[in-house]
C-alpha cells in the first residue's frame, strides 16, 4: 500500500486533455511539495514536473501540475501516443525522522 | 550529459545480501550540490525510496529498511552502491539509482536523471 493514493488507470484519445488524481495526507502534502514522473517501462524514468508545477525544461507545456491542501493532479492536453506511460507522484514526509514516498502510479493508455 | 547505469547480480538468494552499484557518468559524484539515491519497484506496485548518500558519506535512508541497509560512495570510481542485508521474497523487484539534485530550497528533491534500472530476484 502506497503512502500517496492515485487511480490504477485514466484514458484518452489523442487531442483530449487527461487528468489525474494524487493524494496524500499532512505529514507529506501539508508543508511540502508534489513532485510528478513519468515512466515508460523499460525505460528510465522521468521528471516531469516538480514543486507542484513547475516544468523542468524540455518538458512541454501541454504538462501541467496543481496542489490544493493534500490533494493534486496532473494534466496533459493534447493527448500524443507517446505519452502513454505509468505516471507517479512524489512528496517528503516529514513522519518518523522523514523520508520520500511515492503514489501507486497511474498507466495511462492513449487510446 | 549525465547517465545512470545499474550494476549488479539478478538474483540473490534469501537471507542473504543483495548488492548493487550505480556507475554515474557526466557528473562527479563529489560535488556537494547532488546527492545519490536507490529507489524500487516490486513487481505489481508503485515506487519505494530506499535511501540517499552525500559525497561526504553523510546518509539518509528509508526507515523501514533502515537497519538492513549501507548506501556508500567511491569517488574513485565515480560510483555508489546499495547493500541490503538479509533479503526476503519482498525484496524482489526493479532497483533504480538517480541523482537527488536542488531545485532551488534547502534541500536537494529532484530525482533527475535516474538509471534504467535493474532486476533483482530473492530466491529462496
Known amino acids: 500500500q502506497s503512502v500517496l493514493t492515485q487511480p490504477a488507470s485514466v484514458s484518452g484519445t489523442p487531442g483530449q486533455r487527461v487528468t489525474m488524481s494524487c493524494s496524500g495526507g499532512?505529514?507529506?502534502?501539508?508543508?511540502?511539495?508534489v513532485y510528478w514522473y513519468q515512466h515508460v517501462p523499460g525505460m528510465a524514468p522521468k521528471l516531469l514536473i516538480y514543486?507542484?508545477?513547475q516544468r523542468p525544461s524540455g518538458v512541454p507545456d501541454r504538462f501541467s501540475g496543481s496542489k490544493s491542501g493534500t490533494s493534486a493532479s496532473l494534466a496533459i492536453s493534447g493527448l500524443r501516443s507517446e505519452d502513454e506511460a505509468d505516471y507517479y507522484c512524489a512528496a517528503w514526509d516529514d513522519s518518523l525522522s522523514g523520508s520520500w514516498v511515492f503514489g501507486g502510479g497511474t498507466k495511462l493508455t492513449v487510446l | 550529459q549525465v547517465q545512470l547505469q545499474e550494476s549488479g547480480p539478478g538474483l540473490v538468494k534469501a537471507s542473504q545480501t543483495l548488492s548493487l552499484t550505480c556507475s554515474v557518468s557526466?557528473?562527479?559524484?563529489?560535488?556537494?550540490?547532488?546527492?545519490w539515491s536507490w529507489i524500487r519497484q516490486p513487481p505489481g506496485k508503485g515506487l519505494e525510496w530506499i535511501g540517499y548518500v552525500s559525497y561526504s558519506r553523510s546518509a539518509h535512508y528509508n526507515p523501514s529498511l533502515k537497519s538492513r541497509l549501507t548506501i556508500s560512495v567511491d569517488t574513485s570510481k565515480n560510483q555508489f552502491s546499495l547493500e541490503l542485508s538479509s533479503v526476503t521474497a519482498a525484496d524482489t523487484a526493479f532497483y533504480y539509482c538517480?541523482?537527488?539534485?536542488?531545485?532551488?530550497?534547502?534541500?536537494?528533491?529532484?530525482?533527475?536523471?535516474w538509471g534504467q534500472g535493474t532486476q533483482v530476484i530473492v530466491s529462496s
Open positions: 514543486r507542484n508545477n
Open positions: 499532512s505529514s507529506n502534502f501539508g508543508n511540502n511539495y
Open positions: 538517480a541523482r537527488l539534485a536542488y531545485s532551488g530550497g534547502y534541500d536537494p528533491d529532484l530525482f533527475h536523471p
Open positions: 557526466g557528473a562527479s559524484i563529489s560535488r556537494s550540490d547532488y546527492y
